[in-house]
């Protein structure tokens, strides 16, 4: 009995210490906050976190956040080479997720290097790069001659209302990519990701290692 006691004692300690882990950092306060931020012009960004971002292509350029009063000075904002980089100097947690919003003429590439969620509206681009390197799940809609997408993690990246001619991308892992293409597609799978693809394009080069897949979407 006294033995069923201590194993119980150790296995609810470890679910409380799991807890902690789960909720390391600084707890945010409940009380929302917007922030407008004066930054220097850019067209491209490079996210490191997790946060919901809103970015639409248009003039006039803005940048905005909305999160916690006492979460918002972790949040770094800063433009180097016309790329704007974000990023949270220490942990935190908060009951509603860290919100961007962001306008600008022109978007060139797009970085995401972490989780939550990148919806990118009217882009207008000659060669438009998204990248993701974590679980994010990224969805761009508007037109470009030619997109590249790149994934090494998780998530859903989804092109398919991104008007391309042609479309170059490489998927390291499992995630899940629709895109759009009318001339060329270029296709290259490792690992369990999936690419399905619309728009007929003329010509599909597609290459498969690992039990990923590559085919029209239904």
């Keep these: 009995m006294k033995r069923k006691i201590v194993v119980l004692l150790l296995v609810a ?34 996210t490191t976190g997790a946060y919901e971002i809103d970015v639409t292509c248009q003039k006039p350029a803005s940048f905005e956040i909305e999160a916690d009063d ?81 994934s090494s993690g998780a998530g859903k990246i989804d092109t398919s209302n991104l008007r391309a001619e042609k479309a170059k991308v490489e998927v390291n892992g499992a995630t899940s990519v629709d895109v759009y293409a009318t001339e060329q597609l270029d296709v290259n799978v490792s690992g369990v990701g999936s690419v399905r693809y619309s728009g007929n394009p003329k010509v599909v080069n597609k290459h498969v290692s690992g039990i990923g897949s590559v085919g029209p979407k239904d």
Excluded at 125 to 148: F, H, M, Q, Y
């Design 13 to 46: 300690c470890g679910v409380v210490l799991s807890g902690c882990k789960l909720q390391r950092g600084i707890a945010g306060s409940g009380v929302r906050k917007t922030e407008k931020r004066e930054l220097k012009s850019f067209n491209a960004i490079d």
């Design 70 to 150: 006492n979460i918002l000075p972790l949040i770094k904002t800063e433009v180097r080479d016309g790329i704007l980089f974000v990023s949270n100097d220490q942990q935190y947690h908060s009951s509603k997720p860290v919100t961007l919003r962001i306008t600008l003429p022109e978007l060139n590439s797009v970085s995401s290097h972490g989780a939550g969620e990148i919806k990118i509206a009217d882009a207008k681009s000659s060669d438009l790069k998204i990248e993701s390197t974590g679980a994010a799940s990224v969805v761009a809609a508007g037109t470009a001659k030619s997109v590249t997408i790149s």
